[in-house]
């Protein structure tokens, strides 16, 4: 069954360092999602993809970060300046055209900010 | 500020019970929703999707879904030791036919005891 991959699954980082999150979505799907997760707390939404653009964000998508689709499979989260704050589990996602809310899951990189 | 709130637990089954997990959400425009399951250190799978008032039976899983409660509940009938898990309840932000950009609570965690 296809599924959504990400690398690396643990990340730590030293505060001020950038970092880049990356995430292959299921090839067929064409939206692509970044959410994350501080530990103990709910799934937050961060930034919604389609057609090489952004589609939504939300407060926490401030300038510190970005999302790329390089090429025709990748697509990445760039936190340019991490804080101790960023600390949290960053889960990918991605869903079809027809049902674009179903949204299916990566396994997650473990981020730890130092 | 758009909420979905659900109790924490842990609701705890005997296995071969009904499990029973609910969900209330703020926003009454919400069209769309949808419960994951979450294992411990892992990303959430989804589970149920559900539009329309009513339920929705997948095996052992029944979606309820009452827009005018502003209600969504979940029961898990026969509930397996393997069905141990945090629940995670999750509503589309608006506007209805937007990207996945869901809303998420916190989560209930079930423990079924053999």
């Known amino acids: 069954e296809p599924e959504v991959t990400q690398t690396p699954s643990h990340q730590v980082t030293q505060m001020g360092q950038e970092v880049i999150l990356r995430c292959v979505p299921i090839s067929n799907h064409l939206y692509f999602y970044w959410y994350r997760q501080i530990l103990g707390q709910k799934v937050e939404f961060l930034v919604s993809?389609?057609?090489?653009?952004?589609?939504?964000k939300s407060e926490i998508f401030d300038d510190q970060f970005s999302v790329e689709r390089p090429d025709g499979s990748n697509f990445t989260l760039k936190i340019r300046s991490t804080k101790l704050e960023d600390s949290a589990m960053y889960f990918c996602?991605?869903?079809?055209?027809?049902?674009?809310?179903?949204?299916?899951f990566g396994s997650g990189t473990q981020l730890s900010v130092l | 500020q758009k909420e979905v709130e659900q109790n924490s637990g842990p609701l705890s089954v005997p296995e071969g019970a009904i499990a029973s997990l609910n969900c209330t959400y703020s926003?009454?425009?919400?069209?769309?929703f949808f419960w994951y399951r979450q294992y411990s250190g892992k990303s959430p799978e989804l589970i149920m999707s559900i539009y329309s008032n009513g339920d929705k039976e997948d095996g052992r899983f029944t979606a309820q879904l009452n827009k005018a409660s502003q209600y969504v509940s979940l029961l898990i009938r026969d509930s397996q030791p393997s069905d141990s898990a945090t629940y995670l309840c999750a509503v589309n932000a608006p506007p209805a036919g937007s990207q996945g950009n869901l809303i998420f609570g916190k989560g209930t965690k079930l423990s079924v005891k053999p």
């Open positions: 996602a991605s869903s079809r055209d027809r049902e674009r809310e179903k949204l299916f």
């Open positions: 926003d009454r425009v919400s069209q769309s």
């Open positions: 993809f389609y057609n090489n653009e952004i589609s939504e």
